[in-house]
């Protein structure tokens, strides 16, 4: 008998749950039956988007590929959907160790499998564990496959003895297309030194592979498994990375002269972020802006550029400054997956932290991020701080933060902002509204964003401005505004 799609719903990347109340082992192996007859179904290539991408329909004879991060029982429970697939009829097979989501992601579409698996929660907190779900073209599940899954939820599907699940490494084919895609000599003659911080996920050791063949100096923080990430969420956030910062003020007398620069990786290690030589932290979007900035300036890039709607202006000031053709998406990565299968976008990157680059996987890979970002380091010679400022003196000064607010009513809030939206925020003008996402409201100088989480009781509060005073006091009118000062 089927189950009915809502007590199992995917997300922006995927479903998560509290491990041991409603991610269990029981329903870990009703998504694995249920995309097994997914990818059974003779009408699977027929979904209207995905089949119009020209992507190589595999079938479920090619098999899935099933990865798991370092959180507690992800092995297990890799394991457990594995023998799922195998009982419904589809070859199933796990990796050998725990891997970040784009490996995951580059062994499906260099592997030829019909789909891939990652256990995983990403940057949630310990207590949760998730299922993402990776097509064949290696990238995020579209919303058309992820609601094809919900629908055929089983209530209680078999299961294949273990000893028939064959494990399958997949680092040294990472690690290659990671050579393929930076310069490591580059990296090797430059007068860096890097400290890269794997928050205790499954990002750690890639990264620090690769510095120790450039022979580049470099430290490795948190790279240890540790199922409870030391008590902090493997978010790339600036207040989980107090670590971080720790070791980089602790080097800057013993770096020899060295620009030091730290790179941070979150659970599953597609997401990036970075601090400069001083323990600054350099938020999401200041990364991207630099990364695409790197592209465009020293690797010709070519072709038009995908931002989330979240994402900083900086990133449409960089493309219009260079003639590239720039489309905002939805939030959420898989809104951004079809421009890089097909082509129509060279890179794509969202404000959570999330970048991808067409000429290596439709998918967010916060390892090779932060790679490129050395590159531009050794490129230029100059220090991340350094580099920050020629970027402000290219497209202006840009100060952001978000804020998450815990509000049931969310929904309704945003639709009484939309019907009666502020003259000002922060004593700036409201010009101008958007909505492609949730509600954002433009100003002089810079934007604030309400959008409601569709999945938690929370909504996120948004602002960039060209001013860091101006910012904090729009965030707190929005506030203000959102708490109790809305008829509802």
Known sequence: MAGSASDITFGTDGWRGLIADDFTFANVGRVGAALAAHLK????????????WGVPCRPAAAGVLVGYDTRFLSRQFALHLARAMVAAG????????????????????????????????????????????????????TEDITKAVEGLLPQSPPLARDGDIEEVDIVDAYLAALREQVDLTLLGRASMYVVVDAMYG??????????KEAR???????????PLFGGKKPEPLEENLIPLRSVI????????????????????????????????????????????WHLIRHRGLQGPVVKSFALSDMIRTLADNAG??????????????????????????????????????????????????????????????ALVKDLFDEVGPHHYRRLDLTLPERLEVVEQLRKRPPD??????????????GLKLRLDGGWVLFRASGTEPILRIYCEMDDPMVMSKALEEARTLVVGGLPL
């Open 41 to 52: 179904s003779k009408g699977r290539c027929d979904l209207p988007v995905y089949a119009s």
């Open 90 to 141: 589809v070859p199933a097979c796990i990796t050998t160790s725990p891997v970040p989501t784009p490996a995951l992601s580059h062994a499906v579409r260099e592997g030829d499998y019909a789909c891939g698996v990652v256990i995983t929660a990403s940057h949630n907190p310990p207590t949760y564990n998730g299922v993402k779900l990776k097509p064949e073209y290696g990238g995020s599940a």
């Open 202 to 211: 499954s990002g750690q050791g890639y990264a620090v592979k690769l510095l």
């Open 216 to 226: 580049l100096p470099h430290l490795a923080i948190r790279s240890t498994v540790d």
């Open 249 to 292: 003020r602790s080097m800057r007398s013993r770096a020899r002269g060295r620009s030091i620069v730290g790179l941070v990786t979150d659970g599953d290690g597609d997401r990036a972020s970075a601090m400069d030589e001083y323990g600054t932290f350099l938020d999401t979007h200041r990364t991207a802006a630099l990364i695409l």
């Open 324 to 385: 590239l053709p720039c489309k905002e998406v939805k939030i959420g990565f898989k809104w951004a997956v079809e421009d890089l299968v097909r082509g129509t976008a060279s890179f794509a990157g969202e404000e959570s932290g999330g970048y991808g680059y067409a000429w290596h996987l439709p998918e967010r890979d916060g390892i090779l991020t932060g790679l490129l970002l050395l590159e531009l380091v050794a490129q230029t010679g100059k220090s991340v701080s």
């Open 424 to 437: 000002t925020l922060g004593g700036r003008c409201v010009t101008a509204l958007e909505d492609l996402d």
